[in-house]
């Protein structure tokens, strides 16, 4: 796990700009860090190292190759890299360390730009290839790793975080389709950015960079391309039970120690129960809120219990975080400054339990991705698996991740000076953008395609960059690549069938987990914040968005925030909108009005 940072620029200062870039992201990799610039001065290549991997010298990077030609920045793990060195080594490859970095090196020179279909990882890297002046880009299929790339003033920027980019000198300005598409979804599901010109690399996709001419092409290499099977259930599952065994060892590979969340649900104990027949002494953590005075419709439950039941149950060494309202209070400007581009949900609990995993281990274990690969949110099914046709379909689908703001209330929310630069037709365009390659998939397939294209990715950025925030890796097991090729042929009714989610899923872990952990009733990992923004923290609310000194009311509407505040104290859930209204304001605190970054995040 590591940061990268890459500038190419005719105006030859790209090695001190690059050096402010790689200082920004200190977070991304305490343990080393390096710059590489261009013979010509027109290109500067920097990396932080986090130490995952090979430890010594030998992992530093940028790495070279093939005496000098090929050059890498890397942010990711190469989980398969053993298998992929082997091959090469009877194809006559020598190496000298015992670096995944390596290997990438190698993989390249052997198979070009089709060696990422070698790769089972998470990755977000550069290799510039001198021979060709071209510098080769990719990202993992799933958007592990975050990747951003920005054209400003003549320059080329690549980094894996956008503060980066921002303290090469690039100004932060608001993206008004950016901003229609997070009140809209709650998160920002193209390829743009709250930032005005400043786009992140598709999952699954290549970038190729012209060195002379600055251009961009891009190419997808994978999609998940749903191909069911006709085969006995019994023999799809211990299938499925040997491939998820091992896709949870691949994640093990490591120099550093390991650890797991647990929520005491299906999809994290699963992992646990694996890795605890690896592990004598493992560190499971878990976040937990106090629930003993929420509001009746508050959907907060606390899963401390099942946790503990699950820790004991595998004899894991098991740490545990109490999250309170403060913890929004305090927590928000460190949230915003290391998240940067908002997606789904509430990062303060991914925030706190982040700050107790880095206190133990290196490396986090994540049940991320059980739910969008195995089909396990039932009420968003049972909403478009009887549909009959394509369009009711996407009219359903997309009013239903409208989570904040409909389209016909939109020019209501804004302000009309915003409002009248957004493209009225954006969301709905993007909505359809998404779902083309899914036209000819089954109802519950569309909606795990879109699911895994959206929902999933945010959720991914936000584990990413809040353990970074801490120098944590985290890692994905249900997003292994054979698992993810498997899930590729198996029927819908293994997934979801009559209201019963994951049915495949419950049927492997049948010998791996207790029957109470495999039945029990779907529930996220949800605060009593509709509790909280109508008592502990309302008047922290009002505050930060209704003050004198408040920037959001040049976006939105006063009056508008003013009574979806009011309406959520008498008793209306505006929570999501609360939360999302609240991380606008500290985005444009942070980075338009530049208001002091706090001390934590100076690293």
Known sequence: MCGINLLLSPRLDCESRVARMNASIRHRGPDDAGIWTHTDGTLSMGHRRLSIIDLSKHGHQPMFYDNGNLVLIFNGEIYNYQDVRRELVKKGYRFQSNSDSEV???????????????????????????????????????GMKPFYYCHAAGDLYVSSEIKSILAAGVKAEVNPDGLNEYFTFQNIISGQTLFKGIFMLKPGHN????????????????DMEYAPVSREEKDLTEELNFTFKEAVKRHLNSDVKIGATISGG??????????????????????????????????????????????????????????????????????????????????YTFFAIAQLVSQHVTINLSGTGGDEIFAGYPWRYSLIENVSNGSEFDRIYYNWWCRLIADADKPAFFTDKVHRQMNPTHTRDVYSEIMKPASDFSNINKALYFDMKTFLHGFLLVEDKMGMAYSIETRFPYLDAELLDFMKRVPDHMKYRDGVAKRILKQAFSSLLPEEIIHKRKQGFTPPDRTWYKRELSGYIRNMLLSPKSCIGEYIRPERIAGILDQHANGSDE???????LFFEGWLRTFLRGDEIPSFCLF
């Open 207 to 222: 970038m190729r960079i012209n060195m002379d001419t600055m251009s961009v092409t891009m190419e997808q290499y994978w």
């Open 266 to 347: 299906m999809d994290s104990s699963a992992i646990v129960a694996v890795v605890s027949t690896y592990f004598q002494e493992l560190n499971t953590f878990t976040g937990y809120f106090d629930t003993k005075s929420i509001d009746s419709l508050d959907r907060s439950v606390s899963e401390k219990d099942d946790a503990r039941l699950m820790a004991n149950h595998f004899r894991t060494t098991h740490h545990e975080r109490e999250i309170s309202p403060q913890d929004v209070i305090d927590t928000l400007p460190s949230i915003v400054w290391h998240l940067e581009d908002p997606k789904v949900g509430m990062c």
């Open 104 to 142: 990438l090196l190698a993989a390249y020179q052997e198979w070009g730009e089709s060696c990422v279909h070698k790769l089972n990882g998470m990755w977000a890297f550069a290799l510039l290839d001198q021979r060709a002046r071209s510098i080769f880009c990719s990202r993992d299929r799933c």
């Open 575 to 581: 929570r999501l909108l609360i939360w999302s209204m």
